[in-house]
């Protein structure tokens, strides 16, 4: 059974940086598209970041590109996403996923997630 934690949450400034990592138990990252999602409250889950599992390309949602950097330590079986220059707009809890997404920013395509960690930053 795969699962994923995630971790590196917390409260920040605007303008500060932060990490989130995911560790993946249960399957190796080779095997799986690795993203990251996140949902606001009132809002619904969004596409934030994504390593497709046949590409190296990564893939950003406008909002978060040019700030936020995803990436994986296969060694590690983890995958992170850097966040630099956030803003308050970025609050929310954030998630991880692995699957094979047909579509890859699509929320249902994921089997696997992680319970979230949640990112606040004060303006």
């Known amino acids: 059974q795969v699962q994923l934690e995630e971790s590196g949450g917390g409260l920040v400034q605007a303008g500060d940086s932060l990490r989130l990592l995911c560790a993946v138990s249960g399957g190796s990252l080779s095997e799986y598209t690795l993203a990251w999602f996140r949902q606001a409250p009132g809002k619904e889950r969004e596409f934030v970041a994504v390593i497709p599992w046949f590409s190296g390309t990564m893939y950003y949602a406008d909002s978060v590109k040019g700030r936020f950097t995803i990436s994986r330590d296969d060694t590690e079986n983890t995958f992170y996403l850097q966040m630099n220059s956030l803003k308050a707009e970025d609050t929310a809890v954030y998630s991880c996923?692995?699957?094979?997404?047909?579509?890859?920013?699509?929320?249902?395509?994921?089997?696997?997630w992680g319970q979230g960690t949640q990112v606040t930053v004060a303006s």
């Open positions: 996923a692995a699957g094979m997404p047909t579509r890859l920013t699509r929320v249902s395509d994921y089997l696997y």
